[in-house]
């Protein structure tokens, strides 16, 4: 039975354009399946996990209360929370389910959810291995809550849907931009306001796409991607959570902007503001993105890299300890992930249509060490 209702969904999201068409097109075939009153999706870092743009509001208003719910979500203690439904091995949940039929038991509910006049959730990640490309949140005002059938739906569309996500994903050439400029610094008081802004921060910001925001004083939104960077640093200062607070946004021109925060001190070691800064992917930043648009494995993007700088088969070999055969064999799969046959087409698609900056003589990947390749000649 779940079969063709995910054929159903699927079959729409694939006549989506965009990432936000893929929201859009997805949660309308779901609701004709799933009733559910409003919505929200969101994509999100695969690497943090945080929101990122695009945000698809649905039947929510103007969307002015998104500050707060993921304010909520992220400061406090709430019932199956994003990040641990992106390490569950159900990744969806309903909120009357988890809680027993008492909603009221996680905190989310109570500041929020049930004033807004909202009966119950149903909340997923869109997840491909341990990558989170977004996640999704479907609200009903009434009526039965959802069900065990529904979150399997759910949770059955979230391979599917990030696949689909992720190859919007890839870096596009033509406006791409990698270190070099000034970043961009904003400060941000315990309530969430931008209180202090140069520049380059100011012109950054006026280059991310739509999207619910938080304003300021100084004539400035903050973007919620923007805003829920620096409420994780908040949560990480606070010892809620060990992630990183860093998020990267595609900018309407079409490259990659990292937003990166961190909560300063005050006097006598009391929070302080916290500190976000703005500026292009760098390409450590650009690498972390590539690798997951085009599904490669830490092994694989390290291969590759070294193949971009002009590496054999056998330096690669010896730069990375490994054998010559291994090589050919993480070489085939990336030609697959990348739809190429040649060295030249890989380093075409993956790197020079992309942009990106020479590639630093070190290379480090999460969970392996630091790789110097030498010279091809």
Known sequence: MTGPRLARVLSAADRAGDPLGVFGRASSALRRLVPF?????????PETGLI????????????????????????????????????AAVPAAGL?????????????????LGRQGVADELRGVLRTGDRPWAVVSLFRNGGAPFGPAD????????????ARLRRFS????????????????????????ATSVNDEARRYLALLPDGPSVPSALGVRLPIWVAGTALQARAVAGGRDDGDARVRIRTTEGWWLACHASCLSGPDGRPGPVALVLEPAPAADLAVIVAGAYGLTPRELQVTQLVARGLGTAEIAAALVISPHTVRDHLKAV???AE????GELVARLFAEHYWPDLPAAVRLPGDRTVRARSAS
């Not at 270190?179 to 309530?191: C, I, K, R, T």
């Not at 190429?340 to 060295?343: A, D, K, L, M």
């Open 37 to 45: 009153d409003a919505a929200v999706w969101a994509a999100t870092d």
């Open 52 to 87: 990122t743009a695009p945000m698809l509001v649905e039947n929510l208003g103007s969307g002015e209360g998104c500050a707060d719910y993921w304010r909520s979500e992220l400061l406090e203690e709430n019932v199956v929370p994003f990040r641990d439904l992106a390490r």
């Open 96 to 112: 009357s389910a988890a809680t027993g039929g008492l909603p009221a038991r996680s905190a989310r509910f109570r500041s929020l």
């Open 151 to 162: 979150a399997e739906l759910l949770a059955g569309l979230s391979a599917p849907l990030a």
């Open 170 to 193: 890839r870096p596009a050439g033509g406006g791409g931009r990698t270190g070099g400029a000034a970043p961009g610094l904003v400060l941000v008081d315990a309530s969430g306001e």
């Open 335 to 337: 030609f697959a992930k």
């Open 340 to 343: 190429v046959s040649s060295r």
